[in-house]
């Protein structure tokens, strides 16, 4: 089977997602919560970061990665104001800041 192109590659599979539910949430249904999101968001932006480096010049996906970036800030901040103890866990568990 030929490869696919390398923009399939940048979105996350139906068995990524799944996997990242169920590694970050109790529920599998629970697919709203500020926590999910945020693993989700993480996992996509690791993968847009690698398709930048092969693609410096791709402007659209850098735009992309921003907001995403942007959006994943503003959850955590709201995580961190609800639920300190939820935004340490999720931070240690994806890798992000200190």
């Given at each position: 089977?030929?490869?696919?192109?390398?923009y399939?590659?940048?979105a996350?599979?139906?068995?990524?997602?799944t996997?990242?539910?169920?590694?970050?949430?109790?529920?599998e249904?629970?697919?709203?919560?500020?926590?999910?999101?945020?693993?989700?968001l993480?996992?996509?932006?690791?993968?847009?970061v690698?398709?930048?480096?092969?693609?410096?010049?791709?402007?659209?996906s850098?735009k992309?990665?921003?907001?995403?970036?942007?959006?994943?800030?503003?959850?955590?901040?709201?995580?961190?104001?609800?639920?300190?103890?939820?935004?340490?866990?999720i931070?240690?568990?994806?890798?992000?800041?200190?």
């Amino acid at each position: 089977m030929p490869e696919a192109p390398s923009y399939h590659k940048m979105a996350l599979t139906t068995k990524e997602k799944t996997k990242i539910i169920k590694d970050v949430s109790d529920e599998e249904k629970n697919t709203g919560s500020a926590d999910v999101q945020i693993a989700l968001l993480s996992k996509q932006i690791d993968k847009l970061v690698l398709h930048l480096k092969k693609h410096p010049q791709d402007v659209h996906s850098k735009k992309g990665l921003i907001q995403m970036v942007i959006q994943r800030k503003k959850l955590l901040a709201y995580l961190k104001k609800i639920s300190e103890k939820r935004y340490l866990v999720i931070i240690k568990k994806i890798g992000v800041r200190k």
